[in-house]
C-alpha cells in the first residue's frame, strides 16, 4: 500500500541482506567472479529483417534491422483491429510479413525474398515489443534483468545468448554454428571474471542447454569433458523445463498456436509447421531410449544415421507410454477400398477427395506419446493432411536422425555439480484433445471438439466430465504437463529432504519438513504435508548426498505460470538466496535454510492494518513525507 489518507508512505528496506546468509548474518559474500548466462524458451528472441523486402499495397515495407518477431504494427490483424480494412493492403501485409517468418520446411532455409535472423544482448530477450497492444506477452526476461541490476550485478555478469527458435537443433550449429558460440561465451565469461557460470534456462531453452552438454562430448576429449564443466558452470537452473515434451505442441501442428497474437490459427499453423523446431518439444515415452550416439561417434565416425529406438517392456505394459491419458484422439474419415490406419511401411498413398468421404461414419483413432513421437500419429493423416508429409519428414530428418542427440527421449542428469530444476504446479494443463474434420480446406481441415485437462490430481474435459486415466499427483503450469516438469525428481537420490514453505514474507511458524524421504527412482515422491487454503507455497525437494560432491533441488511453485515464472518475484527471491548462500563464507548447509523469509526489496515491505504499523520493522520502517 502506497498512500494512507492524504500521507505518502514510504517503505524503506532496512538490513534486507541479513537474512539471505545461513547463520542470520550479514552478506560477506563476493559474486564479482559468477556470471549468469540465459537461454531464453521458445518464440522469446527478437528476429530482425535482414533483407530489403517492399510490399506492394502496403506502407509496412521491411528494411534491415526492423523487427519482426515482434512488431505488432506489421502482424496482420493489427490493421484490421485498427479499422484499415482494404483487402490488398491486408493481403500484402499477411505475405510480407510471412515470407519474413517462413522457414522451408524440408532445409530450413529463408523465403527468397526475406531473410530474419535473432538480434543480439540482453535487448534480444528482455522485451520483444515494447508497445501497448501485446502487454505480458512481449516481456520476458525484463524484471529478470532489472533485480540483476537493483542487487549490483555488473552489466557484462548477464549475457543473453539468444538463438533463432524456429531452427532444429543441429540446423542452430550448422547454419548459425550456435553451439560454438556458446561454448566460447562461456570460456570468455570465466577469463573475464574467473568464476564458473550460472545458467538459467527457461521452456525450450533447457532443450537448448541439453544438446548443448551433448554436442560438448564430441568436441572436448572425454577425459576433459567434467573438467570443462567444473571449471565452467557453479549451477544449473532448469525453469519450467518441458522435460518429456508438451501437449500443447501437438494442438500447434494440427490447428495452430497464435500465442497471444491476433491472427488466424490457420496462419499460425503454416508458421508453426515450417519451423524445425515445431516438434523439438513433441511428448514422448519415458520408457524409450535411443543409442548411445557419443560412443558410436568414435567407432563410426560423425555422420547421420538412423537411431534405432529401444522400449522398455513398462512401455507396453502401462497406458498411455505413461502420460495421464492419449495425447491424440482423431477421428479420420473411413472410405472404401483405404486404409483407416495406414501402416508405417505405407509410404506413399495418393490423395484421398475428402468430398466423397462426407457421408461415410469416421474411424475414432488414440495415439500416445510415443505414436506420437515415432512418427505412427503422422502416417495415420498423412492421406488426409498435407502437412504429416513435411512434418515426418522433419522428424526423421532433424530429430531421429540426428547426429548428436535424438532429443526425443528422456534425460539423464545432466553432469553438473548444482542443478535446480522449477516449474509450476496445480493450475490448468492441457493434457489430451480430440480432433476431427472440420470440412474446411488446409489450413483449417482439422478442428478441436475436445481438450482433457490435468487439474490438481483429477482429469477433466472441457465439457466438465470427469476423465480416465492416469493423473498425476499435481498438475501443471498451464503449459507443460506436471508429468513432464516432474522428470527432474527422478535426478534426486533414494533419500530426500523435502520442505514446505508459504511463498510471501514468512516467520517460520508455517513451514513444514520431512527429513530423509525415501524415494524410488521410477515413482514420484509426494509430500505427507498439510496446505492451508489460500496460501500458495513452495515445496522443495532436495538431495546433497546422493552422488558425492553435487546437489540436486527440485522446486515446486503453486500456481506459476508457465511463462510468466520468470518474471516471479518469489521464485528470484530464492534464486537470490541461493546463490549468496553458495558464496557465503560461513555457510554451514547444503541448501539455504528456509525458515524465514523476511522482505528483500522495498515492493516486499506492506503496512499492517491489524497492527497498525509498517510490518516487518526489522527490515522496514514507516516514513510519512510532509
Known amino acids: 500500500m502506497r498512500e494512507l489518507g492524504f500521507l505518502i508512505v514510504s517503505f524503506l528496506l532496512l538490513g534486507a541482506l541479513q537474512i539471505n546468509s545461513v547463520d542470520g548474518g550479514g552478506f560477506a559474500g563476493d559474486y564479482s567472479k559468477l556470471s549468469g548466462i540465459i537461454i531464453p524458451g521458445f518464440a522469446s528472441t527478437q528476429l530482425r529483417a535482414w533483407s530489403i523486402l517492399d510490399c506492394p499495397y502496403s506502407p509496412l515495407d521491411f528494411n534491415p534491422l526492423d523487427s519482426v518477431w515482434l512488431d505488432t504494427t506489421k502482424v496482420p490483424m493489427i490493421w484490421m483491429i485498427l479499422g484499415i480494412s482494404c483487402y490488398l493492403q491486408l493481403l500484402s501485409a499477411v505475405n510480407c510479413w510471412l515470407k519474413c517468418m517462413l522457414l522451408d520446411p524440408y532445409n530450413q532455409t529463408d523465403h527468397p525474398e526475406c531473410k530474419s535472423r535473432p538480434d543480439s544482448g540482453l535487448s534480444a530477450i528482455t522485451e520483444l515489443d515494447p508497445g501497448y497492444i501485446t502487454g505480458p506477452l512481449s516481456s520476458v526476461w525484463k524484471e529478470w534483468v532489472k533485480w540483476c541490476i537493483e542487487f549490483g550485478i555488473e552489466a557484462n555478469a548477464i549475457i543473453a545468448v539468444p538463438y533463432d527458435w524456429r531452427l532444429s537443433p543441429s540446423m542452430l550449429e550448422e547454419r548459425d554454428l550456435y553451439f560454438h558460440k556458446l561454448k566460447l561465451t562461456f570460456e570468455t565469461a570465466l577469463k573475464l571474471h574467473g568464476g564458473p557460470s550460472l545458467v538459467f534456462a527457461h521452456s525450450l531453452g533447457n532443450n537448448v542447454f541439453r544438446y548443448f552438454l551433448e554436442w560438448l562430448k564430441l568436441e572436448i576429449a572425454p577425459r576433459k569433458y567434467m573438467q570443462w564443466l567444473d571449471e565452467h558452470i557453479h549451477a544449473y537452473f532448469a525453469v519450467g523445463a518441458p522435460l518429456l515434451g508438451a501437449t500443447e505442441t501437438v494442438k500447434a501442428t494440427l490447428s495452430g498456436n497464435t500465442f497471444g497474437l491476433p491472427v488466424s490459427e490457420g496462419t499460425a499453423r503454416l508458421m508453426f509447421n515450417s519451423f524445425g523446431s515445431s516438434l523439438w518439444m513433441m511428448p514422448f515415452s519415458k520408457y524409450c531410449t535411443s543409442n548411445h550416439i557419443h560412443w558410436k561417434h568414435f567407432f563410426e565416425g560423425r555422420k547421420k544415421r538412423h537411431q534405432i529406438c529401444h522400449c522398455d517392456e513398462m512401455e507396453f505394459k502401462l497406458n498411455y507410454s505413461g502420460w495421464p491419458t492419449n495425447i491424440i484422439n482423431i477421428e479420420i474419415p473411413s472410405p472404401q477400398g483405404i486404409k483407416a490406419y495406414p501402416s508405417i511401411s505405407d509410404i506413399s498413398q495418393p490423395q484421398v477427395d475428402l468430398s466423397s468421404m462426407e457421408c461415410r461414419l469416421p474411424t475414432p483413432l488414440s495415439f500416445s506419446a510415443r505414436e506420437i513421437s515415432d512418427g505412427t500419429f503422422f502416417k495415420a493423416i498423412e492421406d488426409y493432411d498435407p502437412d504429416s508429409k513435411r512434418l515426418l519428414y522433419q522428424l526423421e530428418e532433424l530429430y531421429h536422425n540426428d547426429p548428436v542427440l535424438n532429443p526425443l527421449t528422456p534425460w539423464d542428469r545432466p553432469p553438473l555439480k548444482n542443478i535446480f530444476c522449477i516449474y ?63 522428470w527432474c525428481k527422478t535426478w534426486l537420490g533414494s533419500k530426500v529432504n523435502i520442505t514446505r514453505a508459504p511463498q510471501s514474507q514468512h516467520d517460520g511458524s508455517d513451514v513444514q519438513m520431512e527429513l530423509n524421504v525415501e524415494h524410488h527412482h521410477d515413482a514420484d515422491i509426494v509430500p505427507n504435508m498439510t496446505r492451508a487454503p489460500r496460501v500458495k507455497y513452495i515445496t522443495y525437494y532436495e538431495d546433497s548426498e546422493s552422488i558425492p560432491g553435487k546437489r540436486t533441488a527440485v522446486w515446486e511453485v503453486d500456481k506459476a505460470n508457465h511463462r510468466n515464472i520468470v518474471r516471479s518475484p518469489v521464485l528470484m527471491r530464492e534464486l537470490w538466496l541461493e546463490m549468496w548462500h553458495d558464496i557465503h563464507p560461513d555457510g554451514k548447509s547444503k541448501f539455504v535454510r528456509k525458515d524465514k523469509r523476511g522482505p528483500l526489496r522495498n515492493e516486499d515491505c506492506y503496512w499492517d492494518y491489524g497492527k497498525a504499523r509498517c510490518a516487518w520493522p526489522e527490515h522496514c520502517e514507516y516514513r510519512a513525507a510532509g
Open 424 to 486: 509450476g504446479v496445480d493450475s490448468k494443463t492441457e493434457v489430451g484433445y480430440y480432433f476431427a474434420p472440420s470440412g474446411k480446406p488446409y489450413p483449417d481441415n482439422w478442428i478441436m471438439t475436445d481438450v482433457i485437462y490435468e487439474i490438481e490430481g483429477t482429469l477433466i474435459s472441457r465439457s466438465g466430465n470427469l476423465v480416465d486415466g492416469n493423473p498425476g499427483f499435481a498438475s501443471g503450469d498451464e503449459t507443460v504437463p506436471y508429468h513432464s516438469l516432474s
